[in-house]
């Protein structure tokens, strides 16, 4: 992963024709990169809610549980907050908690 900094050249980086190319190199990488979390994130989410302990968990313990999850395989909050927003969390059976 790239330091959400590096993405953003200072006036010395711009000087350094080499390292500015890298730096847009790794903007790209990251980019998609960060496609592929959210795909990745998603993905476990839909699988996790179909189970039927997640199904059978109230709203605001499968959100806990499911965010606790992410949060452990490494996911970052914007991350998490994206793939629950995708993957309609709220539309399962008697939720009515906000994330």
Do not use: W, Y
């Amino acid at each position: 992963r790239v330091h959400p900094g590096a993405c953003h050249q200072n006036g010395e980086e711009a000087n350094d024709r080499q390292r500015s190319d890298q730096t847009k190199f790794l903007c790209r990488d990251r980019e998609d990169d960060q496609t592929d979390e959210l795909a990745e994130a998603t993905d476990l989410l839909r699988k996790k809610l179909a189970t039927t302990s997640m199904q059978q968990a109230d709203p605001l313990t499968r959100k806990r549980r499911l965010s606790g999850l992410l949060a452990r395989r490494g996911f970052d909050f914007n991350t998490i907050q994206q793939a629950f927003n995708a993957v309609s969390v709220d539309d399962q059976p008697n939720d009515d908690v906000d994330f």
